[in-house]
């Protein structure tokens, strides 16, 4: 009876812990995974909550009205280039743009959720002056209309699909973001859409790239930090290296850099270097450093729909493994992503969350959310990052592959890279360009991308001049760019 | 002795808890302007305190238990009131049967001294209910667990419940393990062939639970654990509904326009209740399908917010506390399987339906206990408590035997 009794015991605390189990789990979803459920399109709320609330306002860091509502109709920036370019942030009429701000923060837009005392005023307020919350942005409105143009002014980049990203490295904080092909939402026609190429998909935060050679930012970091000599040691590139019976690492336009250091193969991006690199120190580590830098991970972010990049686990040959070195072999990354790799490089190996909202205020001026910055994650100890950051100073001052981003009065530091993809059996190559400046009076990342480059091309001649029109521009522009107050 | 009795949980919670129904339906009442509301608004706090305060003039029962199970009750009613009325006033009156019914099982345990005679009857009946639905059944949700009889329509695995916690605690107290096989694994299979998994589940885990309880041997508990995951992985391989549902589980997201439906609407539904809920009688809780029976929990989080779901998920564990309190102070082998059955039977599929609505574990269509739309189920839940009851009652009857005989001595 006795033994019997210790039993119960043991049955009550089986089904006391399951019911734990189900408040924790409980609690971390919703609030992990709350307001991605609640945003999402089919949820029927929203559309009754239309029906009875004025959609709030959506501003700029500055106070720049980017979206207003006028008699039920949605307005957005009087300028033509404003709206384009910021199309796919703030996100279209038609709810085309998936996790847009119009979109993924419907619920501040339309008031869903607030305090107690604002929804005790919201009752209180006849309905057809009811107004949901202004949310303030971090954008600059300034920067963001003119980015799509930079890319226009060099005959390379011109028309060509991509995306930017600018970002302050030390807040997380979202500068601008684009991605092209942009359309205007108030005069776009349907014609117009079928001639661009998938017009409503955010390049930025939603395009998975093959990283190419900016992937080596990580694989450098997963060799210093399994051979701490590395940097004393030299490598010989003969131009290719066969892995396998079918398959030999060719560097760009098969050129024989002869012997190396690891700062010197970085600074000109020596693939074959990379992918003995790779094969050196094996599938499980370069696996490890890519995770820690964000890849395998699931993005939670709190104000931005980021796609999960990915390092591949199954299916991993030697041919793959060494091709991984160099960013190869399936791996994918977003624009935003190779971004916050630079700006986890810029801030001594602390990757910043990035962050889009300033804050959220209801119409009668009370404070629903206010800024808090929060680091992500830690991909990568202090000395590895600031040993990455020489290394990219040399990349693009040093006379390496990303020179054509130099500005002498700033301190720019980068990665380019030319990465491969085929598409409908055609190749397809990709332009990156990811860095920031060293300057502490202006911390800022930014990533270019350009889709389809012409062959023989590279990131450093393709997106490495686009970069160098942001930087000059936020240099010139330096005392508005980071100024936050409205 | 009835100082002891007045002292937990007390008058006044009953009284406040009372009152949050009365306003609550007052509040629903004007707002719909029905009549009927505010008849449920006087009918409800009437029926909590006959539960709770009548009843254990009569008989020496747990108030704390009566008062969570009556809580849970009315707050289904409640629900249903806003959500759909029609149903809000057949609930009522299943809440009004299942209080009878649950005397009656208080009764029927403090009275019947020969079980034997009644256990073998119960199966035979038992047996050939949970058969009728694979002959004659209607599919409601993919399962075909449901008998119409002419205007009354009924769930038989409900009923059968009560049946299997009643002989299951008798064949054990007697060790007479073939029989105890025998009936478990039989109701098992005519629940597979209704296609009505999550039902199966919570039979499964209650039979393995009190084997384990009673008779403590590793060994043989380890054989039916490894049974029902081979049952489990051949579920998985032979039906395509069971793999649809996994599949669902996994992602809902992924077809949220068809199969994930009804999952992604109920996480939506928690998800906008934020912490403290939109509030009785806002939001839109009949988005959900099957709002009312399996995804009432998710409707509570919307309207009462996430803070409130976990106070339920608290009421359910003290429920278990006092179930197996009273399962743990009964003399009898016979009652304290009783009770641990019935408590670990309301307690798992509690867990089976919170857990497949929080997305936690794949959805099986079973009943949450009390709340949900459902006479069967609400009335076979408050049988459930009324065993817990009537032995907790017994157990005080003993008491005073033995203090009356010690007085003596």
Redesign the interface.
């Known amino acids: 009876m006795k033994r019997q009794r210790h039993r119960f015991k043991m049955i009550a605390l089986f089904l006391f812990a399951l019911f734990l189990l189900l408040g924790l789990y409980g609690v971390w979803s919703v609030t992990h995974y709350g307001s991605r459920w609640f945003s999402y399109a089919g949820n029927p709320r929203l559309a009754a909550q239309k029906e009875n609330v004025v959609e709030g306002d959506i501003l700029d860091r500055h106070g720049t009205v980017l979206a207003s509502t006028d008699d039920g109709r949605r307005i957005f920036s009087s300028s033509p280039q404003a709206r384009a370019a910021m199309v796919h942030v703030l996100g279209d009429r038609n709810g085309m743009i998936a996790n847009s701000v119009e979109t993924f923060q419907a619920g501040y837009l339309y008031g869903y959720q607030s305090s107690l005392s604002d929804a005790v005023h919201l009752l209180m307020t006849p309905s057809d002056v009811r107004k949901g919350n202004t949310v303030t942005l971090t954008l600059d409105a300034g920067l963001n209309t003119v980015l799509p143009g930079f890319f226009q002014l060099h005959p390379l980049s011109a028309g060509k699909n991509g995306a930017a990203v600018v970002m302050n490295y030390l807040t997380g904080e979202v500068l601008a973001m684009t991605s092209l092909p942009c359309f205007d939402p108030d005069t776009v026609t349907d014609a117009d859409i079928a001639s661009l190429d998938h017009p409503f998909w955010n390049r930025a935060t939603q395009a998975l790239y093959p990283p190419g050679s900016t992937f080596k930012i990580v694989t450098s970091a997963a060799a210093m930090k399994a051979i701490p000599d590395i940097q004393s040691q030299s490598f010989e590139c003969t131009g290719t290296l066969p892995v396998s019976e079918t398959f030999a690492v060719h560097d760009f336009n098969s050129v024989t850099h002869g012997t190396l250091s690891l700062r010197d193969a970085f600074r000109r991006s020596c693939n074959c270097v990379y992918a003995s690199l790779a094969l050196k120190l094996g599938d499980d580590a370069l696996r490890s450093a890519a995770e820690s830098f964000g890849f395998n991970q699931n993005f939670l972010f709190r104000d931005l729909v980021v796609y999960n990049s990915s390092y591949p686990v199954s299916n991993r040959t030697f041919d793959a493994i060494a091709a991984s070195g160099y960013g190869q072999s399936a791996l994918t990354a977003t624009p935003v992503h190779m971004c916050l790799i630079s700006a986890a490089v810029a801030n001594g190996g602390t990757m910043p969350e990035p962050r889009l909202i300033r804050s959220v205020k209801t119409a009668s001026g009370s404070q629903v959310l206010s800024f808090s910055t929060a680091s992500a994650r830690r991909v990568c100890s202090d000395e590895i990052a600031s040993e990455l950051s020489s290394m990219m100073k040399d990349v693009v001052q040093g006379g390496g592959s990303g020179n054509l981003a130099d500005i002498p009065s700033l301190d720019i530091r980068g990665k380019t890279g030319t990465a491969e993809s085929s598409l409908n059996g055609e190749k397809i190559n990709y332009a990156w360009f990811t860095g920031f400046n060293a300057q502490p009076e202006l911390p800022v990342a930014v990533c270019i991308l350009v889709e389809n480059i012409p062959d023989g091309e590279t990131g450093g001649t393709v997106s490495a001049p686009v970069a160098k029109d942001v930087f000059m521009w936020l240099k010139n522009n330096i005392s508005q760019v980071l100024s936050s107050d409205p | 002795m009835s100082k002891k009795h007045n002292r937990t949980p007390g008058r006044r919670l009953v009284a406040v808890v009372m009152l949050f129904y009365f306003l609550a339906f007052l509040l629903l009442a004007v707002r719909k302007s029905s009549r009927e509301g505010y008849i449920l608004s006087i009918a409800v706090p009437l029926m909590i305190f006959l539960g709770t305060n009548l009843l254990p003039h009569m008989f020496k029962a747990d108030r704390l238990l009566l008062s969570l199970s009556n809580f849970l009750c009315a707050l289904g009613v409640l629900i249903l009131y806003d959500t759909n009325p029609a149903y809000a006033y057949q609930q009522a009156v299943s809440y009004g049967i299942g209080l009878l019914s649950m005397v009656i099982c208080i009764l029927l345990v403090r009275s019947v001294f020969s079980w034997r005679l009644l256990v073998w009857p119960l199966i035979l009946i038992s047996l050939l209910l949970l058969a009728l639905p694979v002959l004659w059944g209607k599919e409601t949700n993919g399962a075909k667990n449901w008998i119409a009889l002419g205007p009354v329509s009924f769930q038989p695995s409900e009923v059968v419940k009560l049946s299997l916690v009643i002989s299951l605690a008798w064949f054990m107290s007697r060790r007479k393990m073939i029989p105890w096989l025998l009936f478990s694994v039989l109701c098992l299979i005519l629940l597979m062939l209704q296609k009505d998994l999550g039902t199966a589940l919570l039979y499964y885990m209650t039979a393995l ?1 009190l084997y ?3 008779a ?1 041997s590793m060994i043989f508990t380890g054989i039916g654990i490894l049974g029902g995951c081979a049952a489990a992985v051949y579920g998985y391989n032979q039906f395509s509904h069971v793999r649809r549902r996994v599949a669902i589980w996994l992602n809902p ?1 992924a077809d ?2 068809n199969a994930g439906y009804q999952l ?2 109920g ?2 539904a ?3 209740g ?1 912490l ?1 809920g939109v ?1 009785l009688g806002l ?2 809780p009949t ?1 959900i399908p099957v709002y009312e029976s399996d995804f009432i929990f998710a409707v509570i989080c919307e309207q009462f917010g ?1 803070i409130f ?2 106070c339920v ?1 608290l009421m ?2 003290a429920l ?2 006092r179930g ?1 309190s009273v ?2 102070s009964a003399r009898r082998s016979f009652h ?1 399987l009783l009770a ?1 059955g019935s408590t ?1 039977l309301l ?2 599929q ?2 089976v339906i ?2 497949g609505v ?3 574990i794949p959805l099986t269509g079973v009943t949450m206990p009390f709340v949900s739309y459902g006479g069967t189920s609400l009335i076979s839940s408050l049988c459930l408590i009324g065993f817990i009851q009537g032995v907790g009652s017994m157990n005080e009857s003993d008491l005073e035997e033995d203090t009356h005989l010690a007085m003596l001595g």
């Open positions: 639970m384990w309880a009673s403590g997201w949220f326009e992604v609407q996480l939506m928690i998800a906008s934020g403290f509030g939001g839109m988005a996430l779901g976990i998920l359910y564990i278990i506390w197996v399962a743990m304290s641990m670990v307690g798992f509690t867990f919170i857990g929080l997305k936690l």
